[in-house]
T-cell receptor, first 114, second 116 residues
Framework: GNSVTQMEGPVTLSEEAFLTINCTYTATGYPSLFWYVQYPGEGLQLLLKATKADDKGSNKGFEATYRKETTSFHLEKGSVQVSDSAVYFCALSDPIQGAQKLVFGQGTRLTINP | EPEVTQTPSHQVTQMGQEVILRCVPISNHLYFYWYRQILGQKVEFLVSFYNNEISEKSEIFDDQFSVERPDGSNFTLKIRSTKLEDSAMYFC??????????????FGPGTRLTVL
């Protein structure tokens, strides 16, 4: 079945540091890929998405590129801020298998220190 | 900006009791979902609902679970006889439609269910 694997957390960085959170996936079809973010006390919010190979999703300074050859969708940001502290979830939606459900990674807790 | 709301934010119940978790999806959305996250584990899909019926469910969603859209605004998850292992954060989500295979789901803040 489909699955998503994220790098283990927690991740702690200083403000203005470069961020990478790794995400790899297994899917039988051609999935859409997503990054969701959960700020303290809030629900999951869509951060960015990509629907086909080589697409780059971007939002709020975050980027992720859909790499079919490495089955990856790593999240990056050039200069993180304290307000980026949150839990980040990588997810996929596979139109071949279970078109409607999202399959999530385990989440990565990010803490940014001033 | 429209958002998905969930009530209560925290529910504590005794094992064997019935609980109903409530959600109000975004008003013009057509697809509704429940997910859960056991502490320290992944967010897991439970069920999707469209056109007043279940369209997909996971193996977790057994006979103890049911969903309902009792009126035009609410979407509920009922657990008939709770077990200790049902303790988790339950998330409701909704989406407008599948556009070119993209299913962008909007999530509520979650209900934390604690079964004692």
């Amino acid at each position: 079945g489909n699955s998503v694997t994220q790098m283990e957390g927690p991740v702690t960085l200083s403000e203005e540091a470069f961020l990478t959170i790794n995400c790899t996936y297994t899917a039988t079809g051609y999935p859409s890929l997503f990054w969701y973010v959960q700020y303290p006390g809030e629900g999951l919010q869509l951060l960015l998405k990509a629907t086909k190979a080589d697409d780059k999703g971007s939002n709020k300074g975050f980027e992720a590129t859909y790499r079919k050859e490495t089955t990856s969708f790593h999240l990056e940001k050039g200069s993180v801020q304290v307000s980026d502290s949150a839990v980040y979830f990588c997810a996929l939606s596979d139109p071949i298998q279970g078109a409607q459900k999202l399959v999530f990674g385990q989440g990565t807790r990010l803490t940014i220190n001033p | 900006e429209p958002e998905v709301t969930q009530t209560p934010s925290h529910q504590v119940t005794q094992m064997g009791q019935e609980v109903i978790l409530r959600c109000v999806p975004i008003s013009n959305h057509l697809y509704f979902y429940w997910y859960r996250q056991i502490l320290g584990q992944k967010v897991e899909f439970l069920v999707s609902f469209y056109n007043n019926e279940i369209s997909e469910k996971s193996e977790i969603f057994d006979d103890q679970f049911s969903v309902e859209r009792p009126d035009g605004s609410n979407f509920t998850l009922k657990i008939r006889s709770t077990k200790l292992e049902d303790s988790a954060m339950y998330f409701c989500a909704s989406s407008h439609a599948m556009l070119a295979g993209i299913n962008e789901q909007f999530f509520g803040p979650g209900t934390r269910l604690t079964v004692l």
